[in-house]
């Protein structure tokens, strides 16, 4: 997402809990002609999300597009969870459901904070996510298109569909059962 937004002109600020890639995004972005900052940022701790905006502000004086691309393997609930509604704000927001895109996100054991470790439990399986793995480039183009069009949902595979049928179906039994 940062490398379309950087090719479309947009200045970019890139916050990230592993500094190495960090600096690698940043130096892309920069060299191929983009104009990028990075700070380090964990989601799980708000004084730590505050920075980036700061420094969006510092530096270019106002903030356009916002992508929460916090994504984790397996330890979701504090990097995803969270979040609000925005609309009020007159914030327009879409959300990324993805499947399987080709990232790191398979290695995101290596940026789990100490207090959210499990040391008893044994090393989780891999799992192997339905539909075609897609490239970040194909994701990006997905988001951006949403961004443009103002949608709450990029849904990035259509074999996601029947998953997302199923759990609305257990919303509404959910709903209809609570009221019996």
């Known amino acids: 997402m940062v490398d379309r937004l950087a090719r479309e002109g947009a200045k ?22 983009g104009e990028a900052i990075g700070v380090r940022t964990d989601v ?17 004086g106002k903030v356009h597009v916002l992508c929460n691309n916090a994504g984790v393997a397996l330890w979701l ?5 969270p979040g609000g509604d925005l609309k009020p704000y007159g914030i327009g927001v879409s959300i990324l459901c993805p499947m399987g895109v080709a990232t790191q996100i398979r290695a995101s054991e290596r940026n789990r904070p100490a207090d959210l470790r ?27 298109g949403a961004i443009q069009a103002n949608r709450l949902f990029v849904i990035t595979h259509e074999e996601s569909l029947e998953p997302f049928r199923r759990r609305a179906e257990r919303l509404e039994q959910a709903v209809r059962e609570t009221k019996a």
């Open 77 to 81: 609930l504090g990097v995803n969870l």
């Open 118 to 144: 499990n040391e008893a439990a044994s090393a989780p399986e891999r799992v192997e996510l339905m539909g075609c793995t897609l490239g970040p480039e194909t994701a990006a183009d997905m988001v951006f």
């Open 44 to 60: 799980t701790e708000l004084a730590s999300v505050q920075a980036p905006a700061d420094r969006a502000f510092a530096a270019f």
């Open 12 to 33: 970019v600020v890139i916050a990230d809990v592993d500094e190495r890639v960090l600096a690698a995004v940043v130096a892309s972005v920069r060299a191929r002609g």
